[in-house]
């Protein structure tokens, strides 16, 4: 059982930065495949990027690539999302997921990961 807890979201203004934490529980961090999603209201949950078991990293939508940074710490538990020159669009709940058998291929297939945190708001406002 691994317990996910998201942190660093708030408001911020555009072209501000941010970052994401997850925490997990557990001692087989670095067995996770783990993926950020965004939901914003009245969309459907977005892939934003995952990093699998391997540490291979995949990008979710074009709008992330090159602002947004994946990374994990496997030494802390905590998997990172650095976000920079942020939009309004990027205005979501954003949630962390894990999963020890979600294959590299299939990162952003949401319905592969049974454990998710319980997000956290990032608001950009202009």
């Known amino acids: 059982q691994v317990q996910l807890v998201e942190s660093g979201g708030g408001s911020v203004q555009v072209g501000g930065s941010l970052r994401l934490s997850c925490a997990a529980s557990?001692?087989?961090?670095?067995?996770?495949?783990m993926s950020w999603f965004r939901q914003a209201p009245g969309r459907e949950r977005e892939f934003v990027g995952g990093?699998?078991?391997?540490?291979?990293?995949?990008y979710g939508a074009d709008s992330v690539k090159g602002r947004f940074t994946i990374t994990r710490d496997n030494a802390k538990n905590t998997m990172y999302l650095q976000m920079k020159s942020l939009k309004p669009e990027d205005t979501a709940v954003y949630y962390c997921?894990?999963?020890?058998?979600?294959?590299?291929?299939?990162?952003?297939?949401?319905?592969?990961?049974?454990?998710w945190g319980q997000g956290t708001q990032v608001t950009v406002s202009s």
């Open positions: 997921a894990a999963d020890p058998n979600v294959q590299s291929t299939r990162l952003s297939f949401s319905n592969d990961y049974n454990y």
């Open positions: 990093i699998s078991r391997s540490d291979g990293i995949t």
């Open positions: 557990g001692r087989t961090f670095s067995r996770y495949a």
